[in-house]
């Protein structure tokens, strides 16, 4: 299991405890974040541990893991009865790791506090009706637009319809140039892409009965539309076959071949190193029926065995309440927090960040089901797949629905 090094605080936190009358019998709580918050000595979350120490007199020990190792690492750890006490978890792990018994129920805990978090990222917290995490961060997917090839394609103003985006991406495709109007992923990449706009036709994935929706038109029509746009338009560029990261989805934008991309703001930094020139602007997605856009993230839970129960919970609380509306801000990320989303802390956000936020209410988490991580990479992604490459949407979809039911009865 590879691991950064772990960093302690001890001599600090022994030092506050003393100072503030705390026991020497405090408890020691194990961390595992994602490697990106513990970027160098001066990181953020360092200064917030430090401050939970001497609030609490508890100590914590933070171990830095690679988002890519990250969920084998604490099945394998937490199934041994060994792992950390509290662990961050991108919001699509929730499911499976609570499924198998390995998360602490916090229902009780959390019921008083749970106006306190935007609506979508608290749900990916929730399994089987029981509540499992809190929210660390989020995040979720918006239009990014070429400012230069939009006016050059007579277009005035970024789409914020259907309509407006198809017409968009159309009007910025241009077979001689080899320009095309959007960016799309292929597999599992595209099927992310494409959920939000299932929400936005009215659709369906899973709903909170666990029955599969997939296969009903408004699905279907959403998932028509986007393969359409390849198939038909040919406003994708031929990338959309093979694009398997998010690298190569962000590719053609950077290169200003591609005049929109659907993306999240970790593309932000991505845009700044690869094209520093590049003059784009951000928009809330451009609506169906309904605004809804997918949420992505991380939360905070904690071992179900662990020895500090109530510690652990202390800890998730403070890096998720209140505080976490100025410690995110340090890192350019979203607080899950219901006073995030207020104008005045919406205007204190970078100006690239803004959308994001001011849409954050119609954001929606993905299906909080142990299966999740299968229907999303083995259904979704050969539906589209297979519609980019001319299967009919309603084939995919009827397909698909068969294939997500005998993995909910799977038991």
């Keep these: 299991m590879r691991m ?45 541990l430090k401050a939970f120490e001497a609030a609490t007199g508890h100590t914590v020990e933070v171990q830095a893991v690679s988002h890519m190792e990250m969920e084998r690492n604490l099945f394998v750890a937490l199934s041994s009865g060994a792992g950390p006490d509290v662990m961050a978890l991108d919001i699509a792990w929730v499911a499976g790791l609570a499924d198998a018994g390995l998360l602490l129920d916090i229902t009780e805990q959390t019921k008083p506090i749970a106006a306190e978090y935007q609506p979508g990222p608290f749900a990916s917290g929730r399994y089987g009706q029981k509540q499992y995490a809190l929210p660390l961060y989020t995040n979720n997917v918006a239009l990014f637009v070429n400012d230069q090839m939009l006016e050059q394609a007579g277009i005035k103003k970024a789409p914020t319809t259907w309509a407006e985006f198809r017409d968009a991406a159309v009007a910025m495709t241009n077979k001689d140039k080899q320009t095309y109007g959007v960016s799309f992923g292929g597999s599992r990449m595209g099927a992310f892409q494409l959920y939000s706009y299932i929400w936005q036709n009215g659709g369906e994935i899973v709903d909170n009965q666990g029955k599969s929706r997939v296969s009903e038109p408004a699905a279907v029509e959403a998932v028509d539309f986007l393969a359409k746009l390849y198939t038909q338009n040919r406003a994708m560029p031929e990338s959309v076959l093979t694009a398997g990261n998010w690298d190569e989805v962000h590719a053609p934008f950077i290169q200003e071949r591609a005049g929109m991309v659907v993306t999240g703001d970790w593309a932000l930094a991505a845009f700044a190193k690869g094209n520093p020139k590049l003059k784009f602007s951000v928009h809330p997605l451009p609506s169906g029926i309904q605004a809804a856009t997918v949420i992505g993230g991380y939360d905070l839970a904690i071992k179900a065995d662990t020895k500090f129960p109530k510690a652990s919970f202390e800890l998730i609380r403070w890096l998720t309440g209140p505080r976490s509306v ?14 995030a989303t207020t104008p005045e802390a919406v205007a204190a956000l970078p ?13 929606r988490a993905r299906p909080v089901i142990a299966s999740w991580t299968q229907i999303h990479s083995d259904v979704f992604g050969n539906v589209w797949d297979s519609v980019i490459r001319g299967k009919p949407a309603k084939d995919a979809m009827s397909e698909a629905d068969i294939a997500i039911k005998r993995l909910l009865e799977k038991k």
Excluded: C
């Design 351 to 363: 100006k690239p960040l803004q959308p994001f936020m001011s849409q954050a209410a119609t954001g």
């Design 4 to 48: 950064r090094k772990i960093l302690k605080s001890g001599i600090v936190a022994a030092t506050l405890s003393v100072a503030m009358g705390h026991s020497a019998l405090a408890d020691n709580i194990v961390m595992w974040v994602n490697s990106p918050l513990l970027a160098g000595p001066n990181a953020p979350l360092h200064q917030e």
């Design 326 to 339: 100025e410690l995110m801000r340090k890192y350019e990320r979203l607080s899950a927090t219901t006073a």
